[in-house]
């Protein structure tokens, strides 16, 4: 079946520790998004891709980066976390700009 | 900036009970999303609406789309419990952005 997988599906790390969240899809769709949600609160986008130009949002903070080194995979990158970004990361995906987007079964990071 | 106004935040209601929650948004749009979110879990889709008067049914969940009234509205009908979860609608604003409603957390009581 065709689908978005992330891994790994749970995540703690220490406060100031890099961490990295995976994204893969079988769908082959252009755009890819990472979307952050805080507990009792809607997502928010971060950033996506359509192919291989990136756009952020523009309060998305700095210590948050994105890669996608093909079509298939996405990473989201967190340079130094703290407690403030605990939080569920979806990925999403979709075939063209405005067409439906897909989502993944989430990363739920803690940070300690 | 679009903004996108769910009500209501939380909604208690019995088995077998009707109800329906709003979804307000502010600026022209003519793609809407509902989605479900059971505690812990990601986003399901539920449906799209992509013109104005569109109505999906899907089981006892419809919903509905207003595009010159900026508004949505999801009508649960003789609710079960199998229901309670979040709704989220989402509003897609021109440029590969949804912007999503805070949500409505759903309790349906035996």
């Known amino acids: 079946d065709a689908m978005v997988i992330q891994n790994p599906r749970y995540q703690v790390t220490q406060f100031g520790k890099p961490v990295t969240l995976s994204c893969s899809q079988t769908?082959?769709?252009?755009?890819m998004y990472w979307y952050q949600q805080k507990s009792s609160q809607a997502p928010k986008l971060l950033f996506h891709?359509?192919?291989?130009?990136?756009?952020n949002e523009a309060d998305t903070p700095d210590n948050f980066q994105s890669r996608r080194p093909n079509t298939s995979f996405c990473f989201l990158d967190i340079r130094s976390p703290g407690l403030g970004d605990a939080a569920m990361y979806l990925c999403?995906?979709?075939?063209?700009?405005?067409?439906?987007?897909?989502f993944g079964p989430g990363t739920r990071l803690t940070v300690l | 900036e679009l903004k996108v106004e769910q009500n209501p935040l939380f909604l208690s209601m019995q088995e077998g009970k009707n109800y329906t929650i709003y979804c307000n948004y502010s600026t022209t749009s003519d793609r809407l999303y509902w989605y479900r979110q059971d505690p812990g879990k990601s986003l399901e889709s539920l449906f799209v609406l992509l013109s104005n008067g569109a109505v999906k049914q899907e089981g006892r969940l419809m919903a509905s789309l207003d595009t010159k009234a900026r508004l949505s509205t999801l009508h649960i009908t003789a609710a079960v419990h199998d229901l309670s979860a979040t709704y989220f609608c989402?509003?897609?604003?021109?440029?590969?952005?949804?912007?999503f409603g805070a949500g409505t957390i759903l309790r349906v009581k035996s």
């Open positions: 999403a995906t979709s075939l063209h700009t405005s067409s439906e987007q897909f």
């Open positions: 989402a509003v897609d604003m021109r440029g590969n952005k949804l912007v």
């Open positions: 891709y359509y192919d291989k130009d990136f756009n």
């Open positions: 769908l082959n769709h252009n755009v």
